[in-house]
């Protein structure tokens, strides 16, 4: 061994890696990370190999608590671990050797890293996806709560930025609420895939050893076990799928806060932002920015690049494995931590806001009622086209004689249409236009109220 090089592959090595190369190939110092996972994915291998008689009981037990002795050292982030040493997986086999004695050198029996990171991944993500989950969780109950509690609230609804129909700021609130039951939806989904256990696949074609692969499944709480060791090598879809599922979600923080932007300016007037998630200008003593909204909307973008980054690279990299696949980490890991973090700051800034509920009542414009009269010639027996011919031309007169809808008076309804009498009067208004829409799943304040029982009902759950 005195003419190799020290690295757990280094038999075959006459000299060492460039330092150079020894840094560009080093994944350490983002996949130290993986740390836990690792550790994890270590002990229920050990206890299978010691089950196949690989690892005597006492050996396997001084790896069990070796490697509780490396995951606690690691843990510390002072804790040196230098590029020589790679990557999290021969960083940990190396230290738990140097603990345990040359029965740590056994711990890699039929196993390559291959299997091993791809286990590690799981495992993390089983983590992450959960936490996720929560603090979706946490956003949906914060906004149900808001939605509750300013259920009175009306509010211009918008088509194309242009006022369209008066709406409930409830149903407004509950729309993302039901955008985030799919965000957590589709990363259940990834996880559904991912919950696959992959140890017994060795660097691609499977392992010469009598590895029980439903113990190690059953030890580490899979789901069922990898059915190609090619593919299980091979898999980053799980991953794909996470970013995928995070970009839809930014997407999803993203439009909200360009409505929050929009409605926190001075023309809007809407809402006003604390000043807990806002900042200063520093030259314009007069600016409160809606900085927290607007840096979600920006990493919005940053989380769809790192979608892109994983799909780019796995596009390229044959089956099985190639080294291309460890830059699948760092966009994951910034995904991960930049949709946790807007999601927390989401749900600050828009716990902080006040609603100016007057404002916004009292700038729905009353053309947003025409679609009510169409309705209503409707409900007298005039084909729909024909009724919002009818309207819409009353709308061309009012704007012509710079009044607004529910200025005209009955003569100049009737002008219009024969059909209108003293009941159309009574029905142009915010109030009875909103009822009107008592439909299931629209803004109706009956059916915001149903909307609000069954969001809670599936938060009890
Ligand atoms: N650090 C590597 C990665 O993250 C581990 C797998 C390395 N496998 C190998 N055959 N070189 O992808």
């Not at 090089?5 to 150079?20: E, H, I, Q, T, Y």
């Not at 509690?149 to 509950?174: D, E, K, N, S």
């Not at 809407?270 to 909204?293: C, H, I, R, W, Y």
């Not at 031309?393 to 009498?421: G, I, W, Y």
């Amino acid at each position: 061994m005195s003419d190799s090089v020290d690295k757990p592959w280094g038999g075959r090595f006459a000299s060492a890696n460039d330092a150079l190369m020894e840094r560009f190939n080093a994944s350490i110092r983002f996949d130290r990370r993986l740390l836990s996972a690792d550790i994890e994915g270590n002990t229920a291998y050990a206890h299978g190999l010691q089950r196949i008689g690989v690892l005597s009981e006492e050996e396997c037990a001084r790896i069990v608590e070796g490697l509780q002795q490396v995951e606690r050292e690691f843990s510390d982030p002072d804790y040196p671990l230098p590029d020589a040493l790679e990557d999290i997986h021969m960083a940990v086999e190396r230290r738990l050797t140097e603990i345990v004695g040359s029965s740590g050198g056994k711990i890699h029996t039929g196993r390559s890293r291959n299997d091993q990171v791809n286990l590690d991944e799981r495992l993390y993500l089983r983590k992450e996806i959960a936490s996720l989950r929560e603090r979706i969780v946490a956003l949906q109950t914060l906004l149900l709560d808001s939605a509750e509690r300013h259920v009175q609230v009306v509010l211009p609804g918008y088509t194309h930025l242009q006022q369209a129909q008066p709406i409930l700021f409830a149903h407004y609130a509950l729309s993302l609420f039901w955008m985030l039951e799919r965000d957590g939806g589709r990363l259940a989904d990834a996880w559904k895939r991912a919950d696959y256990m992959p140890l017994g696949s060795g660097a691609l074609a499977g392992s010469t050893f009598p590895i029980d692969r439903e113990f190690l499944r059953d030890e580490l709480g899979f789901a069922a076990i990898t059915p190609n060791s090619l593919d299980a090598v091979s898999d980053r879809d799980f991953l794909v799928e996470t970013l995928s599922a995070l970009s839809i979600l930014m997407m999803h923080l993203s439009r909200f806060c360009e409505d929050l932007i929009v409605w926190s300016s001075a023309e809007f007037g809407f809402v006003e932002l604390s000043d807990a998630f806002s900042t200063g200008s520093s030259m314009m003593p007069q600016k409160k920015n809606p900085d927290s909204l607007e840096l979600i909307r920006g990493k919005t973008g940053r989380v769809y690049g790192d979608l892109i980054a994983l799909l780019t690279t796995m596009k390229g990299a044959p089956l099985t494995y190639s080294k291309d696949m460890q830059e699948d980490k760092e966009p994951l890991f910034d995904a991960l931590d930049t949709a946790t973090i807007c999601l927390d700051v989401f749900g600050g800034a828009w716990a902080g806001m006040t609603l100016n509920a007057e404002r916004m009542e009292s700038v729905v414009d009353p053309g947003a009622l025409a679609t009510d009269l169409a309705d209503y010639l409707v409900g007298k027996g005039l084909p729909f086209r024909d009724a919002h011919h009818v309207v819409g031309a009353l709308v061309r007169s009012a704007l012509s004689a710079n009044k607004s809808l529910t200025e005209l008076t009955l003569e100049e309804l009737q002008d219009a249409s024969p059909h209108f009498s003293e009941d159309t009067l009574k029905l142009l208004n915010v109030r009875s236009s909103l009822a009107l829409r008592n439909i299931q799943g629209g803004t109706g304040p009956e059916a915001v109220r149903a909307q609000l029982a069954e969001a809670r009902a599936l938060l009890a759950q």
